[in-house]
């Protein structure tokens, strides 16, 4: 597998808290993107971080990406019940075949 | 503009029956992909295409799963025989070889329950 953590793992948060997901590799790539799933929805990127960014901020979003240790993090700041999803870190494999993560649960109640 | 639509939404199959799931890509995408999702795990690769080309159908099981894009638009994925280990959602996406190509816009996908 090319990821560390296999299992899907669940967050449940109170609205406003800020919340960190985060994610390793095992192989080598030159991009990771984040994906959020609302339910019964397909995947939507949200963010594209490449190897030479080390942070990338979108609105409420940070992503970090560290090549040494081959792993991502999301953070989002002051999270909605909006924000209430399934949250997916995924590379590029050879050509662009991407390559998701368990993903992490995410439950932002009010 | 539209996004990428499948149907059908849901299908509910008794084990050797077949299916078709049929996916429409966002106008102008000529690369199309199709990825099994099994209940709490991510996405998984099946196959994608260049326009009406195969580039990688490595991860499609070949003695009962097919799928074609023969006018580089549209495309069909089917299962022959399903099994009940095929329950999953399927999902379809496509991106811009030109553009971004990195960001592939997803379907709502379809459930299938084989029973």
């Known amino acids: 597998s090319q990821w560390g953590e296999e299992n899907l793992q669940a967050l449940s948060i109170q609205e406003g808290e800020d919340v960190t997901m985060n994610c390793s590799y095992k192989?080598?790539?030159?991009?990771v993107q984040w994906y959020r799933q609302k339910s019964g929805k397909g995947p939507a990127q949200l963010i594209l971080?490449?190897?030479?960014?080390r942070e990338k901020r979108s609105g409420r979003l940070r992503a970090t990406l560290d090549t040494s240790s081959q792993s991502s993090s999301l953070s989002i700041t002051g999270t909605l019940a909006t924000d209430t999803a399934v949250y997916f870190c995924?590379?590029?494999?050879?050509?662009?075949?991407?390559?998701f993560g368990q993903g992490t649960i995410l439950k932002v109640y009010l | 503009e539209a996004g990428v639509t499948q149907s059908p939404r849901y299908a509910v199959l008794q084990e050797g029956q077949a299916v078709s799931f049929w996916c429409d890509p966002i106008?102008?995408?000529?690369?199309l992909y199709w990825y099994q999702q099994p209940r709490d795990q991510g996405p998984q690769l099946l196959v994608y295409?260049?326009?009406?080309?195969?580039?990688?159908n490595s991860q499609l099981p070949s003695d009962r799963f097919s799928a074609v894009r023969p006018k580089g638009t549209n495309s069909t994925l089917k299962i022959q025989s399903a099994k009940q280990g095929d329950t999953a959602t399927y999902l379809c996406?496509?991106?811009?070889?030109?553009?971004?190509?990195?960001?592939?816009?997803f379907g709502p996908g379809t459930r299938l329950l084989v029973l």
């Open positions: 996406a496509s991106s811009f070889a030109g553009g971004n190509q990195d960001t592939q816009y």
């Open positions: 192989t080598y790539t030159t991009v």
């Open positions: 971080i490449r190897s030479n960014e």
């Open positions: 995924a590379t590029t494999s050879s050509g662009q075949k991407l390559v």
């Open positions: 106008s102008g995408h000529d690369t």
């Open positions: 295409f260049r326009d009406e080309a195969v580039i990688d």
